[in-house]
């Protein structure tokens, strides 16, 4: 992954939910150009955190056997805009995965406010269905726990996370 919209996980439970921080700045380049004179988050890249958010859950609640792609989003709604200085929660809870594929209900939060809403289909892909040089074990595990999500994650049963690579 080359792009992170997410900034890190405040909380995760294998198998059944996780939620990651957004903080949106000015400092975003992307902001300048959409709009001008009107710097808003673009819907698409909401979208992209929270399908972030999502698939780490799916890919990490199938012990990473398969590749997790983002192939469908069936419905969302958003509120209102977010505008740089604004901090999003993202939430996403798996409520169906197989071999194949996997769903999450997502919401996205500015405080209290409902900001978005909806729901997020993910493909799961075997290492043959794959380039080996767009998913990387090793650049998927980075980023982990560059978000921090071996700090907060927790397995099913409520016991803590651990980074597969520590000793």
């Known amino acids: 992954m080359r792009w992170y919209w997410i900034d890190r996980f405040i909380d995760f439970e294998s198998g059944k939910y996780a939620k990651s921080i957004k903080n949106v700045s000015l400092a975003e380049s992307h902001l300048h150009d959409h709009f001008p004179a009107y710097p808003v988050m673009p819907h698409s890249l909401i979208i992209e955190g929270l399908a972030q958010t999502g698939g780490l859950l799916a890919c990490q609640h199938g012990g990473f056997r398969s590749k997790v792609v983002l192939a469908k989003v069936p419905r969302m709604t958003f509120h209102f805009p977010v505008l740089p200085g604004d901090t999003l929660i993202y939430t996403t809870e798996l409520v169906h995965i197989t071999e194949d594929g996997s769903r999450v209900a997502a919401t996205s ?12 289909v993910f493909a799961h892909l075997r290492d043959d269905q794959a380039s080996a ?35």
């Open 109 to 120: 939060y500015r405080g209290d406010e409902l900001q978005a809403e909806g729901e997020i």
């Open 133 to 167: 040089d767009q998913f990387d074990d090793s650049t998927l595990l980075h980023m982990m726990r560059m978000l921090r999500l071996f700090e907060v994650g927790r397995n099913p049963d409520g016991s803590p996370m651990k980074d597969p690579d520590a000793k």
